[in-house]
């Protein structure tokens, strides 16, 4: 017998009759009430009986014709529960500031002049080249004519249509305004060999502010080789982009033919790059170095 007709055979069952000795007048009104209430919970009863076997006939029809799959609950629970946890703003927390990239702008300029770009390997590259160098001692300078040796300065070597001095000016100087498609006449330089801050305005009084030095100093190259060049060769030296620097007017005045066993820029940051541009153009133009001379490029290498 199964648990539902069970249930309905128990529900149905007569109740028997409540033997008990008859109680005195005085309980009669007691007893009334009891049997009136039994009464009741027996039709309580029997209609849940009644309602718990139509649920569960609807429920086995309902199963048997398909309109519930077996994984019907399982698909409302979830959908129910993402409905509920749905937000209007994201969870996420806002990315740190402090995890931001770091500001380009605050990398150093590669193209500051005060600042040297010499790196390990060109320094490494610039000993190397220095030891293959002759080290001799220096030649006489007698009979050393700037123009007559290295030719007008500032001649168009390049061919370009505009001189030497005015294409190093517009290479290092910044701001510049020109006068005509080469002439600079104004700019601002800062100088590689001390740091300061030049404004250049062309003049006769003004001009001589801001100077070209050759890195390797004519007179010098004459007495370490030159002698042995050919006039154009000599006339190449002296308008060679990487022997020339728009520099302050002090630091060229102070320095005149010297080497590196006499001078060296004041801003030692830069020396590196300096001596490694020393070392290149006399490598270029087959020039020597003197023992002091290469001992003090040695040195400003060593450290770099």
């Known amino acids: 017998?199964?648990?539902v007709s069970a249930m309905i055979v128990e529900a149905t069952r007569p109740v028997p009759p409540h033997h008990c000795t008859t109680a005195p007048p005085h309980h009669q009104e007691f007893h009334a009430p009891m049997t009136s209430r039994r009464r009741r919970r027996t039709r309580i009863s029997l209609t849940s009986v009644l309602v718990v076997l139509a649920l569960a006939v609807g429920g086995y029809a309902l199963d048997a014709t398909g309109v519930l799959g077996p994984n019907a609950d399982a698909a409302a629970?979830?959908?129910?529960?993402a409905t509920a946890t749905v937000g209007?703003?994201?969870?996420?927390p806002e990315p740190s500031r402090a995890s931001s990239p770091t500001n380009p702008t605050d990398a150093t300029d590669p193209t500051d002049p005060t600042v040297s770009t010499s790196t390990d390997t060109d320094a490494a590259d610039a000993r190397a080249l220095l030891a293959t160098l002759p080290v001799k001692g220096k030649a006489a300078g007698t009979g050393y004519d700037r123009t007559g040796e290295f030719g007008s300065a500032w001649i168009d070597v390049d061919h370009n249509g505009c001189d030497t001095r005015n294409d190093v000016l517009a290479r290092d100087l910044s701001g510049i305004v020109r006068q005509g498609p080469c002439k600079v006449v104004?700019?601002?330089l800062v100088s590689p060999y001390t740091g300061a801050t030049i404004d250049f305005v062309r003049g006769n009084t003004t001009s001589t502010l801001v100077q070209i030095d050759h890195v390797v100093a004519l007179e010098n190259a004459w007495r370490t080789g030159a002698q042995q060049l050919s006039q154009s060769e000599r006339e190449a030296l002296a308008n060679d982009p990487s022997n020339l620097f728009a520099v302050d007017g002090r630091s060229n005045s102070q320095k005149r033919s010297g080497d590196a066993a006499t001078w060296l820029p004041a801003n030692k940051a830069?020396?590196?790059?300096?001596i490694e541009h020393q070392v290149s153009v006399k490598a270029e133009y087959r020039l020597w170095v003197?023992?002091?001379?290469?001992?003090a490029m040695e040195r400003v290498l060593g450290a770099c």
Request: hydrophobic share 25%; aromatic share 8%.
């Open 186 to 188: 104004t700019g601002t």
């Open 77 to 81: 629970g979830p959908t129910a529960v």
């Open 290 to 295: 003197a023992p002091a001379e290469r001992d």
């Open 1 to 3: 017998m199964s648990e």
């Open 270 to 274: 830069f020396r590196c790059t300096y």
């Open 88 to 92: 209007t703003e994201s969870d996420a």
